[in-house]
């Protein structure tokens, strides 16, 4: 019986960075034996592959889409390699694919058909921010995109606050980036002000900003956040 081939899960830079900075050698000796991807955007996942490994082939790269477009009848069809013996790298757009990132769905796939996943290490910006915030780094939870209506926005808020303090759980989540500025100007005017608020943008980036303040604090700052990708996190204490 042929041996099945291997699911790598190939992190990338989490913006135009030196990808030596952030990526282990490990990456671009994955990237030198795989051709077959699995990846959001041709275009970009092209250019990763390129920066990390200049001499690599590009025609010989076989690449398939996974983005909200993808039909999910499809989904076979990108794991079918891993079965023929072949691996198969699964890129994320920014960061670790399968953590925030439409990818899972192809790692849930490999473990039915009893393919090996092999994580390679790279930076994950809900953990790095983590790491910087300051907060509970032995009890925390990642709550994704927060609802768009203010009403019920306001509402997630307060209960993620109030979960926060009832469980001394740190509560991270995100925002469409062009959003961010409105996104802070609702947290402020919601939160208690003792709450303490940790903003984390361009993550690697020359233009890295890490702050963690109480919102009281927070209201006499000036940041602009307008199309930077940003985790932010809430605690509150007592």
């Given at each position: ?97 399968g953590v925030a990132d439409p990818g899972a769905v192809i790692v849930k796939i490999a473990h039915e058909r009893g393919i090996q996943v092999v994580p390679l290490v790279g930076p994950s910006s809900i953990l790095l921010a983590l790491m910087a915030s300051g907060m509970n780094g032995q009890s925390f939870a990642f709550n994704g995109y927060l609802p768009i209506d ?89």
């Amino acid at each position: 019986m042929k041996a099945l081939g291997k699911l790598y899960l190939i992190p990338t830079t989490l913006g135009e960075s030196d990808p030596m900075d952030v990526l282990p050698q490990t990456v671009k000796r994955a990237i030198d034996f795989i051709d077959y991807y699995i990846v959001e955007n041709e275009k970009t996942a092209r250019k990763s592959i390129k920066v990390v490994h200049p001499e690599k082939k590009q025609p010989d790269l076989k690449i398939s889409l996974l983005n909200k477009h993808t039909d999910s009848k499809e989904y076979e069809q990108m794991i079918k390699p891993c079965l023929q013996g072949i691996n198969v790298g699964l890129m994320s757009e920014a960061g670790c694919p399968g953590v925030a990132d439409p990818g899972a769905v192809i790692v849930k796939i490999a473990h039915e058909r009893g393919i090996q996943v092999v994580p390679l290490v790279g930076p994950s910006s809900i953990l790095l921010a983590l790491m910087a915030s300051g907060m509970n780094g032995q009890s925390f939870a990642f709550n994704g995109y927060l609802p768009i209506d203010k009403s019920e926005k306001k509402s997630a808020l307060k209960n993620l606050e109030k979960l926060s303090y009832d469980k001394n759980q740190s509560q991270l989540f995100i925002e469409t980036p062009y959003r961010n500025n409105k996104l802070l100007e609702d947290l402020l005017q919601t939160l208690q002000g003792n709450t303490l608020l940790c903003i984390a943008c361009d993550i690697t980036l020359p233009t890295e900003y890490i702050k963690t303040l109480r919102v009281a604090d927070w209201k006499k700052t000036k940041v602009d956040l307008h199309n930077r990708p940003c985790i932010f996190i809430i605690h509150k204490t007592n």
